[in-house]
Structures are given as structure tokens and as C-alpha cells.
């Protein structure tokens, strides 16, 4: 049984994936004290290559960032004794994990059936891009082709500009996260399971791309039409975007008639919450412009600061637009500690994982392995936590 600082002790998990969907669902996991092997190709993972910026510890702070509380073991698959070496590491896992293009791993007798034969408990965890069609497997999983070809892009950026990606990889991240859940429901069905079977898990770029569309995917379905772009304007919500104050922009986020009405009263605009083009959120919707030409006119009177702090004051969502370095600030005078110093030497600095859990907190104690660093594998046969 897990103990209560280490929810996942015990659990092993071999880590064939590289760059971003599959270490970060592997660190997410190790967090909560998988014991996550992170088996690399001689020349490693792409991501130890994306520099600059590095990290305190001279490595890539890319890399850094979705491979802490992980072991480092490298294996040539193209040699026997690394096919080997890996082949050794599957089939004492819990869990396998890789997001090779569909067929790697059966070349190499790794692939879901061959490590079941051997390793009837094994939850296996295959990401992919398009998923493992004869036609999707011919497709590269790139976080920004997914981005494109999903329609994301199509939604995101001006009305008049180019298609936009996000600033980040995020349909990787939010693959990630659709791993890790598969993989612990995957476990829990294993454990309720009288023999312990195994199964596999599949996701993949494409779809965690459609799924995370929510609304505008249903939008699309409900008219048949493809929704536009509105830069920061939500296509169902309104004013629910980026206005204008005398110095610098701020959002505005006004869900419902009753914080309109709160939001009326602290512009001074009184007569706009009785005015037929904006009594409804619908009818805000469709009349937007002048809405927002309405609010822009007293906004330009006051700064930014000044504004957010009056309708904060009257509980109203509101606020600046952080950089990175401003965002990590607030969430400090918040109480939310966003970053955490992980052990190893040197230590290094890591955004902490997102879930709390009051019984069984996250580790931060094995920073990003350097390429290799724990070739020693007389820890095979242990079944405790890293």
C-alpha cells in the first residue's frame, strides 16, 4: 500500500516518450512518487537540445520543466544488449509509457501485445498525434500542426489577422493530462480486476485537441457553420474581453445580468442596464461594438489599476494582463506558492504541480536527470517508490 506522503509508491513506470505530452503525464505521476524511469536513445530526449534559456543546473530549461523526480537510463534500442536492457525495464513496469510514431514499438517487441504476453499487468499508455490509423499513423504529431489542423488556430487572433497559435504547446499539456487520467483509471480497473489485467490506454493529439473545443466545437455542431475569430471576444458572452483604460488594456469578464447591472453602476453607466441593445446577454452579444464603444469612452478616463481595483471592490472578475514574471508575483500574494525548489545538485526551480492533496502532497526531490545518470539498475527488483 501507497503511504500517505507517496500516493503512487510502488508503482513503476518505464518511460519511452520524449519532448512534451509523455514527460509531463510521466512527471505528473512521479510527483505523487511513481518511480519514473526515463529510458532515452544515446543522443537523449530532443528537448535536452532546446536551448537557451538553461537552466541553474546547465541544462535545458525546456527539458527541466516536464522531467523532474525521474531516473535517466539510456538504452540503444538498435543494439542487443539496450534492446535488452529496455525489454528488462517493461516487463517489470506497472506502467509503460511512449509515444513513438504507431509500428516503432512493435518493431521492436515492444509494443502493447508483446509486453502483455510477458507482463499481463502492465497498463500501457500509447500518445499519438492522429491516433493509430493507417492513415494517421503517416501523420507527424506536432503540438502546432495539431493546432491547426484541429481548428483551434481558426478561433485564435484577430478577426482580420492571420490564425494564431497559443503561446504555449497546450494541446501537449492537456495530453498529458488526458494520459494521466487514463492511466489511473487503467490501474484502478487493474486492481479491481480479480487477476490483475492490464489494458491499453490511447490518446492522442487530435482528439484531446477537438475535445478541448468544448463550446465552439459545439457551436460548429449545432449550426454547421465554422465559428470565426474574435481576437479576446468570447462568441457567446459579452463584454467578456480585452478593453481599453487610459494606459494599458484589462479584461473585463461579465457572465450574468445581475454582475452587468454591478458593472453599470461602477462606470457610472446606469442607463446602459435598462437599454434594450443590452439587457440581455444575447442581446449584448449582438450589439457588442456598441457596448464596448459605450464602456471604452469612460474607461479611457482612468488607469488600468485604478479600474480594476474599483471593480474588484464591488466583486466583479477583472484584472491586468501578467507577463509570466508578473503571474508567478500574484500568485505569491495570493498564498498559492507556484514555484518550489527541487533537490539535486544543483537544485533547480520548477513551477509546482497543479493538484493539492491535503494527505498525500507532491515530491520535489530528484531534479531533471542529467542523460544516463543512474545506469545502475540493481533497484530492478525493488517495488517502492524512487
Known sequence: MASSTNVLAGIRVADFSRVLAGPYASMMLADFGADVIKIESPVGDETRAWSPPLGADGQ????????????????????????AHATELALTADVILENFRPGVMQKFGLDFESVRAANPGAVYCSITGFGSSEAGAKLAGYDLLVQAMSGLMSITG???????????ALIDVLCGQNAVAGILL???ARDAHPQGHGQLVEVDLMSTA???LVNQAANSLATGLAPARLGNAHPSI????????????IIIAIGNDKHFGL??????LDELANDERFATNPARVEHRDELTAAMEAVLATATAEEWTTRLAAAGLPAGPVNTIPEAIAFAESLGLDPTVVVSGSPETKS???????????????LSPPRLGEHPDTTWLNARTGA
Do not use: H, W
Not at 65 to 82: I, M, Q
Not at 159 to 166: A, F, H
Not at 263 to 268: D, K, Y
Open 60 to 83: 535545458s530549461a525546456y527539458f527541466g520543466s516536464v522531467n523532474r523526480n525521474k531516473r535517466s537510463v539510456v538504452c540503444d534500442l538498435s543494439t542487443e544488449a539496450g534492446l
Open 351 to 365: 513551477i509546482r504541480s497543479p493538484i493539492r492533496l491535503s494527505e498525500s502532497p507532491a515530491r520535489y526531490d
Open 238 to 249: 459579452s463584454p467578456y474581453e480585452l478593453y481599453s483604460t487610459s494606459d494599458k488594456s
Open 263 to 268: 458593472m453599470c453602476a461602477v462606470l457610472g
Open 186 to 188: 487503467a490501474l484502478r
Open 158 to 168: 484577430q478577426p482580420d489577422g492571420e490564425p494564431t497559435k497559443v503561446g504555449v
Open 210 to 212: 477537438l475535445s478541448s
